[in-house]
C-alpha cells in the first residue's frame, strides 16, 4: 500500500497547525503575553522572520492584530506575505489540535482536490449563479460539481452535442453552458471543431453536432457578453466568431460572417475577455499581441495589435473592475498588464510570484489577479492594479501557492464566496482554494464584481 496520504489531508494539518498557533496565544491569561505579541507581529502582511532569535518584525508602522480573530483573518488575507515560518514556529508550541504540520509550508493556504463527475482532462473552468463549477475536458465531456465538490453529472460527465476535445467553456445569464470544442467529426464542420450549448442540467440544446456557424474553426476559448452574444475565439483561421445566445430567438445562429471576423492583428487567438464596454479583447499567441473589438465586431486595435508590454505566447486573458487587461505569458513566465486603450501600463512585464508557463488568469472581487502555472503546479497572487504597489507578487517568490492535488493546473474561476476553483490537466482534479479571494458575483458576464 501506498505510503503517500491523501492530498487533502494537507489541508487538516495546515488547519490543525493554525490552530495550534493561535492556542498558543489563546490559552494564556493576558492577551499582552509574549505568545500573543508573537502571533500578531508575525500575521501582518511584510512581517520577517528571524530564525537565529526565532522572532517576527513587522514592517514599520503597520496595524498589528489585537486579537486572535484580528490575527487569524489577517492571515487568511496574507497567506503568502505574513511570517509563515514564525507562525509555524508557534504551531509547534502548543501541540493542541491533530495531526498537525512536521515542517514550516510554504504558504498558509488552505485547499481540498476533489475527483469524478467525468473529469478527464480538464481544461476551462466556469460558475454558475448558483455556485456550480463547470469544467470543460479535452476528453469530450463536461463535469458539474457543487459548491461543497460534489459530483453532480454522472461518472462519465455530460457527453454528447459535438463535445470533442472541449477548451473553454462559458455561463450564459439563463445558466446554460457554453462549450468550445477544437474538433468535430468529419461530418460535422468538416471536422474544424464547434460550439457545444447545455442547459443548466446538462442536456443538449445545440443538437448532435453542436452550432458551427459563422467561421467556428478549431475554437479556444468563449465568452458571454452582456446582450447574451456569444464570442468563439478561432485558433484555426485566427478569426472571431459571433453567435446569438440562448436569449435570442435562435441560439446559435451567426450574428458573424461565414469566414468569421477579422482584423485587429488576429494571429492565432488563444483567450478572450470583454470588458464592462462590451468591448471583446483577445490574446493572440501567434504574434504576441492583443486585439480587442467593438460590441459591434469592428477591430479597435491596428492591424498589428496592441503590442509591448512584455508579450510572450500570451495564453489566458482577463479584464478588471477598471477595465485594464491582465495577461499570462505561458512561455514568458510572466504576467503583462494594459489599459483599456491597449497601452502597457508597464513596459516590461510582471514576474515572481511562483510564476511558470501561467496558462490561467482570474480578477476577484478586489481587483487581485490570480495566475495558474502549468508547470509550476501553483497558483500565483497579484496585488490590484489599484494598490500602492499596484501589480506586486503577492504569492511566494519561488513556489508560488502549492495546494491540494495540483497538477498542471489549466484554468481557474472564483465563486461568491471567494473560493478558487482550478482544474488541474495533469491528473483528472479540480483544487478548491477555501476563501482565499475577494468574493466575485457569477456567472462572470463583464468583469468581475463583487456579489
Given at each position: 500500500?501506498?505510503?503517500t496520504?491523501?492530498v ?5 494539518e495546515r488547519?490543525?497547525s493554525?490552530?495550534?498557533a493561535?492556542?498558543?496565544c489563546?490559552r494564556?491569561?493576558?492577551a ?15 512581517a520577517?522572520f528571524d ?35 514564525g ?6 508550541a502548543?501541540?493542541?489540535?491533530s495531526p ?13 482536490n ?8 480538464p481544461t476551462?473552468t466556469?460558475i ?7 469544467v470543460a475536458?479535452y476528453n469530450n465531456?463536461v463535469?458539474e ?25 462559458a455561463?450564459?445569464?439563463s445558466?446554460?453552458a457554453?462549450?468550445?470544442n477544437?474538433q468535430?467529426g468529419?461530418?460535422?464542420?468538416s ?12 442536456a ?7 452550432y458551427f ?5 478549431f475554437?479556444?476559448a468563449?465568452a458571454?457578453?452582456k446582450?447574451g452574444?456569444?464570442w ?6 485566427s ?5 446569438q ?8 445562429a451567426a450574428?458573424?460572417?461565414?469566414s ?11 483567450a478572450?475577455?470583454?470588458d464592462?464596454?462590451?468591448?471583446v ?6 504574434a ?7 460590441s ?5 486595435s ?24 491582465w495577461v499570462?505569458?505561458f512561455?514568458?513566465?510572466s ?15 510582471i ?15 478586489a481587483?487581485?489577479?490570480?495566475v ?8 500565483s497572487?497579484f496585488a490590484?492594479?489599484g494598490a ?5 507578487p ?8 502549492t ?14 464566496s471567494?473560493?478558487i476553483?482550478?482544474?488541474n ?8 482554494f ?11 458576464i ?6
Open positions: 500500500l501506498s505510503k496520504p491523501p487533502n489531508c494537507i489541508a487538516v488547519l490543525s493554525l490552530g495550534n493561535l492556542a498558543a489563546d494564556v491569561p493576558a499582552g503575553s509574549q505568545q500573543c505579541a508573537a502571533l500578531f507581529g508575525c500575521a501582518v502582511s511584510g520577517s530564525a537565529g532569535t526565532a522572532q517576527c518584525t513587522p514592517p514599520k508602522g503597520a496595524a498589528l492584530p489585537e486579537n486572535t480573530l484580528q490575527a487569524v483573518l489577517a492571515i487568511a488575507r496574507n497567506p503568502g506575505t505574513s511570517a509563515i515560518e507562525i509555524y514556529q508557534l504551531s509547534t502548543s501541540a493542541v489540535f498537525a504540520l512536521t515542517s514550516s509550508p510554504t504558504d498558509w493556504t488552505l485547499s481540498l476533489f475527483i469524478g463527475g467525468g473529469l478527464g482532462e476551462g466556469a454558475d449563479g448558483s455556485g456550480n463549477i463547470w475536458n465531456a463535469t460539481l457543487s459548491p461543497s465538490g460534489a459530483a453532480i453529472s454522472l461518472g462519465t460527465g455530460y457527453t454528447g452535442g459535438g463535445l470533442q476535445e472541449s477548451f473553454g467553456i455561463i450564459d445569464g445558466g446554460n457554453w462549450v468550445a477544437e468535430s468529419g461530418g460535422v464542420n471536422g474544424l471543431g464547434s460550439v457545444t450549448e447545455l442547459s443548466s442540467t446538462g443538449v440544446l445545440s443538437g448532435t453536432g453542436g456557424a459563422g467561421g467556428v474553426d475554437p479556444e468563449v458571454i457578453d446582450s452574444h456569444v468563439i475565439a478561432n485558433y484555426g483561421n478569426t472571431l466568431s459571433e453567435l445566445g440562448s436569449s435570442g430567438t435562435s441560439p446559435g450574428l458573424s460572417p461565414a468569421g471576423d477579422t482584423g485587429g492583428g488576429l494571429s492565432f487567438p488563444q478572450i475577455a470583454i464592462d464596454g462590451g468591448n479583447w483577445v490574446a493572440n499567441t501567434g504576441n499581441q492583443l486585439s480587442e473589438f467593438s459591434t465586431a469592428q477591430a479597435l491596428p492591424s498589428g495589435g496592441y503590442s509591448g508590454g512584455g508579450l510572450n505566447v500570451p495564453q489566458a486573458i482577463a479584464i478588471d473592475q477598471n477595465g485594464d487587461v499570462a505569458n512561455f514568458g513566465d504576467v503583462s498588464v494594459f489599459n483599456g486603450s491597449g497601452a502597457p501600463l508597464k513596459t516590461t512585464a514576474s515572481g510570484g511562483g510564476l511558470q508557463a501561467p496558462g490561467g488568469i482570474a480578477i476577484d472581487g481587483g487581485n489577479a490570480w495558474t502555472n502549468f508547470r509550476g503546479a501553483s497558483l497572487e490590484s492594479l500602492n504597489a499596484g501589480g506586486a503577492l504569492s511566494p517568490a519561488t513556489s508560488g501557492f495546494g491540494a492535488g495540483l497538477a498542471q493546473p489549466f484554468s481557474a474561476a472564483i465563486d461568491s471567494g473560493n476553483w482550478i482544474a490537466f495533469g491528473n483528472n482534479s479540480v483544487t478548491e477555501i476563501g482565499i479571494a475577494a468574493p466575485v458575483r457569477t456567472p462572470l463583464g468583469t468581475p464584481q463583487s456579489p
